[in-house]
């Protein structure tokens, strides 16, 4: 089944150590998006790529980057988490035309100590 | 400021009841999308709905899309508990691939 993957579902770090979390799909779709999620609230856009086009939210911390080295994969850096950074982080794609649903990997689950 | 106002933030009813979960906004949208999501996952799509006046149904659930594509709404009949989650609703303009999410509906359905 065509599908969004996200590794690992649940990652813990150090209040300062880097992490890095990786998304992979199936679905051939141009556009991938990383969102923040925290306790039952909205999902929260960070940046995402259309092709290789990255495109910031003017809100999103420098804290926050993002990779894509081919289109079935996205990756998102954290280069110094703090404890406010502790979340769900969301995946998703969509096909890029106006209008159209995103499909959202299962999540990864980010814990700051 | 959400764009996409939804009410409201919380439910709870008990089995075999009815809810209805309603998403607002002043902007309108060219489509309009409906997720749950369980808690430790991520949301699952339930629904698009693209003309104005819609009305699709998926078992229990009835989705309709405002005359003026400016609001929508869930209704579930005869609740259960396997429908306790977060329901989103989230909206794309024209033109535009990105989307604008209500804050959710938290709905838990007693057995």
């Known amino acids: 089944d065509a599908m969004v993957i996200q590794n690992p579902r649940y990652q813990v770090t150090q209040f300062g150590k880097p992490v890095t979390l990786s998304c992979s799909q199936t679905l051939n779709h141009n556009v991938m998006y990383w969102y923040q999620q925290k306790s039952s609230q909205a999902p929260k856009l960070l940046f995402h790529y259309y092709d290789k086009d990255f495109n910031n939210e003017a809100d999103t911390p420098d804290n926050f980057q993002s990779r894509r080295p081919n289109t079935s994969f996205c990756f998102l850096d954290i280069r110094s988490p703090g404890l406010g950074d502790a979340a769900m982080y969301l995946c998703?794609?969509?096909?890029?035309?106006?209008?159209?649903?995103?499909?959202f990997g299962p999540g990864t689950r980010l814990t700051v100590l | 400021t959400q764009l996409l106002e939804q009410s409201p933030q919380f439910l709870s009813i008990q089995e075999g009841e009815n809810l209805t979960v309603y998403c607002n906004s002043s902007s309108v949208f060219s489509s309009l999308q409906w997720y749950r999501q369980e808690p430790g996952e991520g949301p699952v799509l339930l629904v698009t709905v693209v003309t104005g006046g819609e009305v699709k149904k998926l078992k229990r659930l009835t989705f309709q899309f405002g005359d003026a594509r400016k609001d929508s709404s869930l209704h579930i009949t005869a609740a259960q508990p396997g429908d306790t989650g977060l329901y989103l609703c989230a909206g794309a303009r024209d033109n535009d691939y990105k989307l604008s999410f209500g804050a959710g509906t938290t709905v838990t359905v007693r057995a």
């Open positions: 998703a794609t969509s096909t890029g035309l106006a209008g159209l649903a995103q499909y």
